[in-house]
T-cell receptor, first 114, second 113 residues
Framework: GEQVEQLPSILRVQEGSSASINCTYE??????FPWYKQEPGENPKLIID?????ERKQTQGLIVLLDKKAKRFSLHITDTQPGDSAMYFC?????????????FGTGTTVSVSP | GGIITQTPKFLIGQEGQKLTLKCQQN?????MYWYRQDSGKGLRLIYY???????QKGDLSEGYDASREKKSSFSLTVTSAQKNEMAVFLC????????????FGPGTRLTVL
């Protein structure tokens, strides 16, 4: 089936620096790209999303970029804080028989050190 | 706000055993999902359902059955548990189809002895 590749799998940064996660997808028909954050022992929660009619979206220290030509999208966490330490998942919309759903990347563990 | 409840929180089974996981949501969401989360492999879609009594296969449906008994509940059955299997099963729901935010439950952690 279709896949979403997510890199890196582990990202260690210093507090105050920025962190970037990159994802690539296969299906040019994908048009919705959410990002989820999962803190230890918690369930994943949506933090930002972007649709194919946009190239950039920004909210509360998070920036998402979408390059449809390259089938690539990325999450940039600016001015990282210890509270940003978590697992991050990207996802892309996909068509299944009978409907549509999301394909998730394999996740990036972000660790922010003081 | 609403909540998604998954039971049990921990499930320990024997090889070959049939095991059922349950999920309830009170968001009044139309669509519900079951994902499997393995370490290093992200979230993989097992089944989803866009309305009561509807069932759609994901990438990982082999070895599983699911049932959307009513709008608020979606159950998943592991038809024959595999020895040494260990994973977290996450249930999620959304208002419509995938274009809406998915809300996840706390998960059921499965261990097969």
């Amino acid at each position: 089936g279709e896949q979403v590749e997510q890199l890196p799998s582990i990202l260690r940064v210093q507090e105050g620096s920025s962190a970037s996660i990159n994802c690539t997808y296969e299906n040019s028909a994908s048009n919705y790209f959410p990002w989820y954050k999962q803190e230890p022992g918690e369930n994943p929660k949506l933090i930002i999303d972007i649709r194919s009619n946009m190239e950039r979206k920004q909210t509360q220290g998070l920036i998402v970029l979408l390059d449809k030509k390259a089938k690539r999208f990325s999450l940039h966490i600016t001015d990282t804080q210890p509270g940003d330490s978590a697992m991050y998942f990207c996802a892309a919309s996909a068509t299944y028989q009978g409907g549509r759903a999301l394909i998730f990347g394999t996740g990036t563990t972000v660790s922010v050190s003081p | 706000g609403g909540i998604i409840t998954q039971t049990p929180k921990f499930l320990i089974g024997q090889e070959g055993q049939k095991l059922t996981l349950k999920c309830q949501q009170n968001f009044n969401h139309d669509t519900m999902y079951w994902y499997r989360q393995d370490s290093g492999k992200g979230l993989r879609l097992i089944y989803y359902s866009i309305t009561e009594n509807d069932l759609q296969k994901g990438d990982l449906s082999e070895g599983y059955d699911a049932s959307r008994e009513k709008k608020s509940s979606f159950s998943l059955t592991v038809t024959s548990a595999q020895k040494n299997e260990m994973a977290v099963f996450l249930c999620a729901s959304s208002m419509g189809d995938w274009v809406y935010e998915q809300y996840f439950g706390p998960g059921t952690r499965l261990t097969v002895l």
